[in-house]
C-alpha cells in the first residue's frame, strides 16, 4: 500500500531560524495537502497543492511540490514560537480514483526555542 | 460554522471491553474518515464513508472494530473486544466531497486508554 514518509522526524531550532521539512510517497499523489497539531490539538488544514511543480506561500510557510507529484516540502523562514507543533503531509495516491482516500505522513514534529 | 462533534472526549477502559465513539460531521459533508492516531506518529486511515457507503476499510481490524453511518450523517465506530495496543486518540473527519481541492475538518478527538 501507499507510504508517506517525511524527514526528518524531529526539529529543534532557536526562534529566528528557518525550518524546512520534506514529504516523500512511494506512489503518484493526486494533491498534496499540509496539516498542522498543535501539542494536544488535531490536525488543522494549511494548504493545498495539485500541480506538479507547484510553489504556494502562505507569509513566512513556502510549499512547493515535486515535478514528479511523489515529494513535497514545507519551508518556514525565520521561526517563531507560535510555530511549534507538528506538520503532516496528506495525499490521495493518484491511483484511488474517486476514492481519494487520505493518507498521512508521518510528520516532524518542530520545537522553537526561544 | 459548527466544527466536527466527537464524543466522549476520554475514555479508559480494561482490555476485552468494548467501546464506542461518536462523530457527528460538519452539515452537508459527505465524506467521513476515521483514524487512529498513536503517540507520536501520523493519523492512519481506519475507515472512509461517502455519504453512507464504504469507500476504504483496508486498514481496519476487521475482527475486532466496525464502523457505520447508517443515515449518511453521524457515524460511530465501535472497538470489541480492546487490546492495549488499542491505545490511541481516535480521530474523526469530513469534507465536502473527497475529491482534490477538499480539504478535511478534524473533529478534538477522543483519547482512548485500555488498561
Known amino acids: 500500500g501507499q507510504q508517506v514518509m517525511q524527514i526528518p522526524q524531529y526539529q529543534h531550532v532557536q526562534e529566528g531560524e528557518d525550518f524546512t521539512t520534506y514529504c516523500n510517497s512511494s506512489t503518484t499523489l493526486s494533491n498534496i495537502q499540509w496539516y498542522k497539531q498543535r501539542p494536544g490539538g488535531h490536525p488543522v488544514f494549511l494548504i493545498q497543492l495539485v500541480k506538479s511543480g507547484e510553489v504556494k506561500k502562505q507569509k513566512r510557510l513556502t510549499f512547493q511540490f515535486g515535478e514528479a507529484k511523489k515529494n513535497s516540502s514545507l519551508h518556514i523562514t525565520a521561526t517563531q514560537t507560535t510555530d511549534v507543533g507538528t506538520y503532516f503531509c496528506?495525499?490521495?495516491?493518484?491511483?484511488?480514483?474517486?476514492?481519494?482516500?487520505?493518507?498521512f505522513g508521518s510528520g516532524t514534529q518542530l520545537t522553537v526555542l526561544p | 460554522e459548527a466544527g466536527v462533534a466527537q464524543s466522549p472526549r476520554y475514555k479508559i477502559i480494561e482490555k476485552r471491553q468494548s467501546v464506542a465513539f461518536w462523530c457527528n460531521p460538519i452539515s452537508g459533508h459527505a465524506t467521513l474518515y476515521w483514524y487512529q492516531q498513536i503517540l507520536g506518529q501520523g493519523p492512519k486511515l481506519l475507515i472512509q464513508?461517502?455519504?453512507?457507503?464504504?469507500?476504504?476499510d483496508s486498514q481496519l481490524p476487521k475482527d475486532r472494530f466496525s464502523a457505520e453511518r447508517l443515515k449518511g450523517v453521524d457515524s460511530t465506530l465501535k472497538i470489541q473486544p480492546a487490546k492495549l495496543e488499542d491505545s490511541a486518540v481516535y480521530l474523526c473527519?469530513?469534507?465536502?466531497?473527497?475529491?482534490?481541492?477538499?480539504?478535511?475538518?478534524f473533529g478534538q478527538g477522543t483519547r482512548l486508554t485500555v488498561v
Open positions: 496528506a495525499g490521495p495516491p493518484l491511483s484511488s480514483g474517486s476514492a481519494r482516500q487520505l493518507t
Open positions: 473527519a469530513s469534507s465536502l466531497v473527497a475529491r482534490a481541492g477538499t480539504e478535511a475538518f
Open positions: 464513508f461517502q455519504n453512507n457507503g464504504v469507500v476504504d
